[in-house]
């Protein structure tokens, strides 16, 4: 089963950075991407950024010149760098692999998965 463990949300102020890690842990044969995704109170879950296995990324708009994502696919782990943040950046970030083709029990199973989400605040 795959697991992902996320870290480094946290509070800071208008102008700040945080760095998000997203670690993948179980049997992992190949994945499409890994990404991040976010949910403010009241709002649908939405796209922050992606990247593929080959490194191809895709960026929000409202992000584009301020996050950063990077991978290390020996270590199926995920990073976002998020500079120059917003109040409107607020949200819990989730981390996500998608089409992941990973052990299951004695089998193979193609799914997505998500980790369980850390808080980002932008506040003064």
């Known amino acids: 089963q795959v697991q992902l463990v996320e870290s480094g949300g946290g509070l800071v102020q208008p102008g700040g950075s945080l760095r998000l890690s997203c670690a993948a842990s179980?049997?992992?044969?190949?994945?499409?991407?890994m990404g991040w995704f976010r949910q403010a109170p009241g709002k649908e879950r939405e796209l922050v950024a992606t990247?593929?296995?080959?490194?191809?990324?895709n960026y929000a708009d409202s992000v584009k010149g301020r996050f950063t994502i990077s991978a290390d696919n020996a270590k199926n782990t995920v990073h976002l760098q998020m500079n120059s943040l917003k109040p409107e950046d607020t949200a819990v970030y989730y981390c996500?692999?998608?089409?992941?083709?990973?052990?299951?029990?004695?089998?193979?199973?193609?799914?997505?998965?998500w980790g369980q989400g850390t808080q980002v605040t932008v506040s003064s």
């Open positions: 996500n692999m998608k089409d992941a083709i990973a052990r299951v029990g004695w089998g193979r199973q193609r799914s997505d998965y």
């Open positions: 179980g049997v992992i044969f190949s994945f499409n991407a």
């Open positions: 990247i593929t296995g080959v490194g191809v990324t």
